[in-house]
């Protein structure tokens, strides 16, 4: 029995959000400059964005490039823009297709303005649909996101809009870039490390992480289902007792 036929797909997490991370690392592995890893790290997008609109997930998110990658070397944040802008303008159809809609979270300021007016295109383009939720993250961290919710509930508080003492939970979530999507139930991270490294430092309070040592190049449907199928291996408490959980869900404590 395949991992996707063992899948309980009323169990399956609404939103997933994923760390494509070794796409440098393959392709030193192969010999080659680490913008090849990144061109052959497009077909597993490609592959797991399927994946997830077959399955019927509503939301996933991938970590595509984040603040802290402005720093690497010029040629590779080159490479990686201008792969970026050919693979937006090369799968729209591919989404419009598959009823998908594309968003984008991050600060697209730091973009170059040829990256920025394709994503803009790419973001109108699928406006309409109402299939799966693509959400990429771009130029994003989220200590970022965090210190930009604090000023702008800042600027509100000073201009009357929001009383200070009735911020709470729900305030700060409205105010995070992420504020039209639900939380991420589960967070993979692939190439074998076991960390966050600032993304969705808020929204991932509960979520299930899920890390295996297969490089995102060679991640494909089969390593996704492998991840729900944990995912649905585990009790979600959410500070409750196990007895509490089991039954609420009508199931023997």
């Known amino acids: ?58 939301y996933l998110t991938l970590y595509a490039f984040s603040t802290e990658n402005w720093d690497r070397p010029e040629p590779e944040v080159t490479g990686l823009m201008e792969l970026l802008v050919e693979t937006i303008r090369k799968e729209v159809p591919t989404l419009n297709r598959n009823n998908i809609r594309l968003h984008v979270i991050g600060n697209m300021s730091m973009l170059p303005e040829y990256a920025h007016r394709a994503l803009r295109e790419a973001l109108d383009m699928t406006a309409d649909n109402t299939g ?29 809009k929001v009383d200070p003492t009735s911020i709470g939970e729900d305030t700060l979530q409205s105010y995070l870039a992420t504020s039209a999507f639900p939380d991420p139930e589960l967070m993979i991270r692939t ?4 960390r966050i ?8 309070a509960y979520a299930e992480l899920y890390f295996t040592s ?40």
């Open 132 to 160: 799966l939720n693509l959400v990429m993250a771009l130029s994003y961290s989220s200590r970022w996101e965090l210190v930009n919710a604090v000023k702008r509930i800042a600027e509100d508080v000073r201009d009357g």
């Open 214 to 253: 297969t490089r995102w190049p060679d991640f494909r449907k089969v390593h996704l289902y492998e991840a729900i199928l944990d995912f649905q291996g585990r009790e979600r408490r959410f500070g409750k007792t196990g007895h509490q959980v089991r039954v609420e869900q009508g199931l023997k404590p």
């Open 191 to 194: 190439s074998g490390e076991y």
């Open 1 to 58: 029995m395949t991992a996707k036929e063992q899948l309980e797909l009323d169990r399956l997490p609404r939103h997933i959000a994923i760390i494509m991370d070794g796409n440098g690392r393959w392709a030193q592995e192969q010999g080659q400059d680490r913008l090849y890893g990144h061109f052959h790290g497009v077909q597993s997008v490609r592959d797991i964005v399927e994946g997830c609109a077959e399955l019927g997930i509503g």
């Open 197 to 204: 490294s600032n993304f969705l430092l808020y929204q991932l």
